[in-house]
């Protein structure tokens, strides 16, 4: 049960099992719907979240001019 009460909708146990066997993720490179990269790639999970979690320098402020009166 979920926290409203309803049943769940989650198939727990073909899920549970799919992690057991390994099961690899559908993904189809041509639905622009299946994410940025194919998630069975390992090489590209690690490319992409290396890229998201990039911090990068804050941008210079802006330098005021000052106007002669």
């Known amino acids: ?15 549970r ?3 057991v066997t ?5 993904h189809d490179p ?3 719907d299946d994410g940025p990269y194919d998630p069975n790639d390992d090489e590209a999970v690690e490319r992409s ?3 998201k979690n990039r ?3 804050p941008a210079p402020a802006e330098k005021k001019i ?3 009166s």
């Open 1 to 15: 049960m979920t926290i409203s009460g309803q049943p769940s909708k989650t198939d727990w146990d073909r899920v």
């Open 17 to 19: 099992k799919s992690i």
């Open 22 to 26: 390994d099961e690899p993720i559908a």
């Open 30 to 32: 041509n639905d622009p």
């Open 49 to 51: 979240l290396t890229e």
């Open 55 to 57: 911090v990068y320098p």
């Open 66 to 68: 000052a106007k002669a």
